[in-house]
């Protein structure tokens, strides 16, 4: 599966959209990207996932560049709750390939008052 | 989506002790996995539970140290075994089901810490 990358940590303003960044240069085109999330002592979240149009749900929306070497998550009213570290991962969907998820350093989002 | 859940959620052991941990899933999943996330780390794979056959482990992970067992479509045991220090972590079942495009889902894990 292809690597990708996050940045550490960044800080979010409550009830501003979020957006969060994740870099996938080397993905192929049968890998997905998911979208998950980790809260403090908490199993990781699902968020959402895409091939290659923008999704949306109800909870966050990503938008996927033309090339798909990147992706961006987006929280449209970020609140205290949303604190947590937040991980993109990019991975073949299909039985053959395991199935497996890839969990890379996420990013630590930290929303402020 | 179903509802996960691990058991026991944590537990303080002796070392050279084991503990098996439970995941029992309320429908049927197509595949179950077993993950460990060392503090402050992310987590990583220790391997599928295979329905009915041998898990399949990641590079790191021996069947003798965490053997597992998935005898039916909705359980699945990871039993750490001859536990040292080392070996304290938040262990977490995730599971798929249906079409393999669609999500894993994470049980909120077992917490162990080992004296």
Known sequence: ?113 | SAVISQKPSRDICQRGTSLTIQCQVDSQVTMMFWYRQQPGQSLTLIATANQGSEATYESGFVIDKFPISRPNLTFSTLTVSNMSPEDSSIYLCSVLWGHPNQPQHFGDGTRLSIL
């Open chain 1, 1 to 113: 599966d292809a690597k990708t990358t996050q940045p550490p940590s960044m800080d979010c303003a409550e009830g501003r959209a979020a957006n969060l960044p994740c870099n996938h240069s080397t993905i192929s085109g049968n890998e997905y990207v998911y979208w998950y999330r980790q809260i403090h002592s908490q199993g990781p979240q699902y968020i959402i996932h895409g091939l290659k149009n923008n999704e949306t749900n109800e909870m966050a929306s990503l938008i996927i560049t033309e090339d798909r070497k990147s992706s961006t998550l987006i929280l449209p009213h970020a609140t205290l709750r949303d604190t947590a570290v937040y991980y993109c991962i990019v991975r073949v969907a299909s039985k053959a390939a395991g199935n497996k998820l890839t969990f890379g350093g996420g990013t630590r989002v930290l929303v402020k008052p």
